[in-house]
């Protein structure tokens, strides 16, 4: 979840980013102005450019932060013109310039300011906003993006103003460069029209009303503006605070520093008003809340851990601490119960304890300066069942106990989560399971995600989805549609398990206010204009027809060996594969058929030109017939040329990509041209992988070379060499690797950032571009820690150090039954982790490093 994302009075439009690669302008005096002036927050910004050429244009900008924040015009370097604006003396990432704005509830605005800086590496900014609602500030971002050093990069976003808000302050941030000065220069901010909300669109709430709640996070930024409040009841009916149930929003600093110095250390000051506006709206209107978040390890103010609440004190013991934890959440339920029961239904007691890296609890700042949390400092490992203990023990009876994480269904995480989780269970302290669900279009695959519910459901466990959205590259129809697809296979998949899931929450309301905005995740655009995805799980009728993609292999002549490494491609009783050579497009279709007619016939549209073949004119098969076709690739693109196959049998018509076939437009997939992959060979076998050293069966099985890379000297100059063998049986596939490396290293907590072998498995060869259920992806580091990417199998590994490096053998079983003949899409990468710490990449076939959400880019393996 974003550790910025806080609260706006504005709902945050569709987003984008440029990098510009020009030259910064540099200039030693301006004709125009003195760059001596310094921003004092007088008046308001205008509506329109400003470029800080001017007094007047520098005046309204001030420096946000707690001591001498300092904004004021450079002529160092500017993007256009002689000057910019400089922010100096930064101590938090929240200091930075900002300046009030005179914003119109209900219209639409567009954002957008360009940021320098030169600090020597890339680091993340943020065009974000303050907002005051009722005296209250919120907080919130417009968007962010990585800059480049030296570059200038352009944040832009659009939002809604809301009706209530007293103030609205635009302002830049940064990530983790709390230090770092920089310039912002050519500031827009136009005024657009305002666009009218469709109150008529389907619920999404009813749709799923009969299988689980459906709820969204929302900022305080929708209480500015009652339409956006209404649109919003009206398609969910649970919350959660995106922002304002956090430590750092709760805690009273100030109290708890007078307490501290009056002898009360242990009894932290808690303040609600940030959170009462979306309890009363759900309390009013009969909605129900989850309480995010008791503890994590961000946004809770690092003072909390320190004596006094004093940035400079030292860290307390921890008895102190257990005391502060304790009674916080005793204040917290104080405050909030019974005044909201039955509206604050679960609590999110614990966030993101553990590791992705190794499925362990994530470490202490003493251990890990740039990982580590203050609560493994001051408690230790117990923190995470102490706040358990204390929820249980001051929560209301009925409020459901939740811990909550990412990547639940990827190993080792998984199996950290089940450990942390059996051992609550066992004492009766946690009820419900939280999968953040922060997912990409190609990964999980469904099938992971019910396999890892699955796992807390068998320990009698509740199961909520808590922060749903999906990375989409971007918001054009074709990725949109993709999008649209997923959230229908993920809602599908969640609905199989519909009886143990009490919600599943959107994280956010709009691509504009997610904090992933430059990656369209959500089900509204900015301007709450429904999506594709939104259609896909209220009124698929919707939609536009899908268009189906499909591939070509080559350079390749045809025969039955290389049309059977081809992907084949289905639709009702027929089959079709695709190979190409430098002039002629190849096709093999196979029609399941056995009534032979006049008026059967296969028909293949390409580009402009259409091809009919007959029956009569194919070859006649136990089961049907099939026909082979070649075409001319004269004037044809390399990629997403228009294609179909229609087959008629006896007048009855079906198709691959049309399935309305009528009319005189032809609704048509696209076929691209692909280089067929590599194809290494499997031989049938079963290693013994019990002794201690490796079983002779494996000398007569011929070996392949993991030995490509886009990267240069990957390889070290030969120094490392990676060579595999691979055996089969009708359930299992045994991969041996032998690999040379003088120079093991697994120091990094990223298990990919480890010398580690890896397999990525598309079994039948389906090449569908997203891991299915029966595809994986498996890496085994040299001191055989497994971790699993992508699918379900139980491996049995083991690794074997030698004199020149490791030999790694893997069993992995197989959801399909293996046959002599079969083709699986298939690669071996090496992550090979140099000596000075960087990681190079050597692979079977695929050099794209795409692998782990694109299963086209695999290499094959032929089973002999």
């Known amino acids: 979840m974003c550790i910025f994302t806080l609260v706006l009075s504005l709902l945050v439009g569709s987003v984008g980013c440029t990098r510009e690669g020009e030259p910064s302008v540099t200039t030693s005096e301006s004709p125009t102005a003195s760059a001596s002036e310094t921003g004092t927050g007088t008046g308001v910004g205008q509506l329109g450019d400003n470029s800080f050429e001017e007094d007047a244009d520098v005046s309204p900008w001030y420096g946000r932060g707690e001591g001498e924040v300092i904004v004021s015009r450079s002529q160092d370097v500017a993007r256009t013109g002689y000057s910019s604006l400089y922010t100096e003396d930064r101590t938090a990432d929240w200091n930075g310039p900002g300046c009030e704005y005179p914003f119109v509830g209900g219209h639409t605005y567009e954002l957008s300011v360009w940021v320098y800086h030169d600090s020597g590496s890339p680091k993340t900014m943020v065009l974000s906003a303050e907002v005051t609602i009722a005296g209250v500030p919120g907080y919130q971002n417009v968007h962010r993006t990585e800059c480049e050093s030296g570059n200038w990069t352009k944040l832009s976003g659009t939002f809604r103003a809301g009706m209530a808000a007293e103030k609205t302050v635009i302002y830049v941030e940064t990530l983790d460069a709390p230090a770092m000065p920089f310039y912002i220069d050519d500031v827009r901010v136009l005024d657009n029209e305002s666009t009218d909300l469709n109150m008529d669109l389907p619920s999404i709430k009813e749709v799923y009303q009969d299988d689980f709640a459906v709820g969204c996070a929302v900022p305080l930024s929708v209480f500015s503006d009652p339409t956006l409040m209404e649109f919003i009841g009206s398609q969910y009916s649970t919350f959660t605070h995106e922002n304002e149930l956090k430590p750092e929003n709760l805690l009273d600093l100030e109290e708890c520093r007078a307490r501290a110095a009056s002898g009360d250390e242990t009894h932290p000051a808690v303040n609600i008003e940030k959170a009462l506006p979306l309890l009363n709206f759900a309390k009013e209107n009969g909605f129900t809340v989850n309480g995010h978040v008791l503890v994590w390890y961000s946004q809770t103010p690092e003072v909390f851990f320190r004596k006094g609440y004093d940035p400079n004190g030292d860290l307390v013991d921890k008895d102190t601490m257990l005391q502060r934890l304790e009674n916080y959440i005793a204040a917290v339920f104080d405050a909030l119960y019974p005044e909201f029961s039955g509206v604050l239904t679960s609590w999110d007691v614990v966030n993101e304890a553990i590791a992705d890296s190794n499925g362990k609890?994530?470490?202490?700042?003493?251990?890990?300066?740039?990982?580590?949390?203050?609560?493994?400092?001051?408690?230790?490992?117990?923190?995470?069942?102490?706040?358990?203990?204390?929820?249980?023990?001051?929560?209301?009876?009925?409020?459901?106990?939740?811990?909550?994480?990412?990547?639940?269904?990827?190993?080792?995480?998984?199996?950290?989560?089940?450990?942390?989780?059996?051992?609550?269970?066992?004492?009766?302290?946690?009820?419900?399971?939280?999968?953040?669900?922060?997912?990409?279009?190609?990964?999980?695959?469904?099938?992971?995600?019910?396999?890892?519910?699955?796992?807390?459901?068998?320990?009698?466990?509740?199961?909520?989805?808590?922060?749903?959205?999906?990375?989409?590259?971007?918001?054009?129809?074709?990725?949109?549609?993709?999008?649209?697809?997923?959230?229908?296979?993920?809602?599908?998949?969640?609905?199989?398990?519909?009886?143990?899931?009490?919600?599943?929450?959107?994280?956010?309301?709009?691509?504009?206010?997610?904090?992933?905005?430059?990656?369209?995740?959500?089900?509204?655009?900015?301007?709450?204009?429904?999506?594709?995805?939104?259609?896909?799980?209220?009124?698929?009728?919707?939609?536009?027809?899908?268009?189906?993609?499909?591939?070509?292999?080559?350079?390749?002549?045809?025969?039955?060996?290389?049309?059977?490494?081809?992907?084949?491609?289905?639709?009702?009783?027929?089959?079709?594969?695709?190979?190409?050579?430098?002039?002629?497009?190849?096709?093999?279709?196979?029609?399941?058929?056995?009534?032979?007619?006049?008026?059967?016939?296969?028909?293949?549209?390409?580009?402009?030109?259409?091809?009919?073949?007959?029956?009569?004119?194919?070859?006649?098969?136990?089961?049907?017939?099939?026909?082979?076709?070649?075409?001319?690739?004269?004037?044809?693109?390399?990629?997403?040329?228009?294609?179909?196959?229609?087959?008629?049998?006896?007048?009855?018509?079906?198709?691959?990509?049309?399935?309305?076939?009528?009319?005189?437009?032809?609704?048509?997939?696209?076929?691209?041209?692909?280089?067929?992959?590599?194809?290494?060979?499997?031989?049938?076998?079963?290693?013994?992988?019990?002794?201690?050293?490796?079983?002779?069966?494996?000398?007569?099985?011929?070996?392949?070379?993991?030995?490509?890379?886009?990267?240069?000297?990957?390889?070290?100059?030969?120094?490392?060499?990676?060579?595999?063998?691979?055996?089969?049986?009708?359930?299992?596939?045994?991969?041996?690797?032998?690999?040379?490396?003088?120079?093991?290293?697994?120091?990094?907590?990223?298990?990919?950032?480890?010398?580690?072998?890896?397999?990525?498995?598309?079994?039948?060869?389906?090449?569908?571009?997203?891991?299915?259920?029966?595809?994986?992806?498996?890496?085994?580091?040299?001191?055989?820690?497994?971790?699993?990417?992508?699918?379900?199998?139980?491996?049995?590994?083991?690794?074997?150090?030698?004199?020149?490096?490791f030999i790694a053998e893997i069993a992995i079983p197989l959801a399909n039954t293996a046959a002599q003949g079969m083709i699986h899409g298939f690669d071996v990468r090496y992550n090979n982790i140099t000596e000075t710490g960087l990681r190079k990449l050597l692979n079977f076939w695929d050099m794209t490093d795409t692998g782990w959400k694109d299963t086209t880019v695999f290499g094959l393996l032929e089973l002999e």
């Open 361 to 805: 609890l994530r470490p202490s700042k003493a251990d890990d300066p740039e990982n580590g949390h203050y609560w493994m400092d001051t408690i230790g490992p117990d923190y995470v069942e102490k706040a358990f203990e204390y929820a249980r023990k001051y929560a209301p009876e009925d409020v459901q106990l939740v811990y909550n994480d990412y990547s639940v269904p990827y190993e080792p995480k998984l199996s950290g989560i089940v450990e942390l989780v059996e051992k609550l269970n066992e004492k009766g302290l946690i009820d419900v399971v939280g999968f953040q669900a922060h997912y990409q279009m190609a990964n999980p695959a469904v099938d992971q995600i019910g396999k890892a519910m699955q796992k807390f459901i068998d320990m009698g466990l509740r199961i909520r989805v808590t922060e749903l959205d999906i990375e989409a590259v971007n918001n054009s129809e074709e990725e949109m549609m993709k999008q649209a697809k997923r959230y229908a296979s993920l809602m599908g998949g969640f609905q199989q398990y519909a009886e143990h899931i009490d919600a599943v929450i959107f994280w956010g309301i709009s691509d504009g206010t997610s904090w992933k905005a430059d990656q369209y995740p959500l089900l509204f655009t900015a301007d709450m204009e429904p999506k594709y995805a939104f259609w896909a799980l209220t009124d698929p009728s919707q939609l536009p027809p899908e268009v189906l993609v499909a591939n070509a292999y080559g350079f390749r002549t045809p025969s039955d060996i290389e049309f059977g490494r081809a992907t084949a491609y289905e639709f009702g009783n027929t089959q079709f594969r695709a190979l190409h050579d430098e002039d002629s497009l190849y096709l093999y279709v196979s029609v399941t058929d056995n009534t032979v007619n006049d008026l059967d016939s296969v028909t293949v549209f390409f580009g402009e030109d259409i091809t009919t073949i007959k029956r009569s004119e194919g070859t006649e098969t136990e089961k049907g017939y099939t026909v082979d076709v070649t075409l001319s690739k004269a004037g044809k693109q390399s990629t997403s040329n228009p294609f179909d196959i229609m087959v008629k049998d006896n007048g009855t018509v079906s198709a691959w990509n049309d399935k309305v076939n009528e009319g005189n437009v032809r609704n048509m997939g696209k076929l691209s041209f692909k280089t067929m992959a590599d194809c290494a060979t499997a031989v049938y076998g079963k290693p013994d992988m019990s002794g201690s050293k490796i079983d002779p069966v494996w000398d007569s099985v011929p070996s392949f070379l993991a030995d490509k890379s886009l990267l240069g000297d990957s390889d070290e100059n030969g120094a490392v060499k990676v060579e595999f063998k691979v055996m089969w049986q009708e359930d299992m596939l045994y991969i041996l690797a032998d690999i040379t490396d003088p120079n093991l290293d697994d120091s990094s907590s990223t298990s990919y950032e480890q010398d580690s072998i890896e397999i990525f498995l598309d079994e039948m060869n389906d090449r569908t571009g997203t891991y299915g259920a029966d595809d994986g992806q498996y890496r085994l580091n040299f001191n055989n820690v497994l971790s699993v990417d992508h699918g379900s199998a139980e491996l049995v590994t083991r690794t074997l150090i030698t004199k020149t490096g």
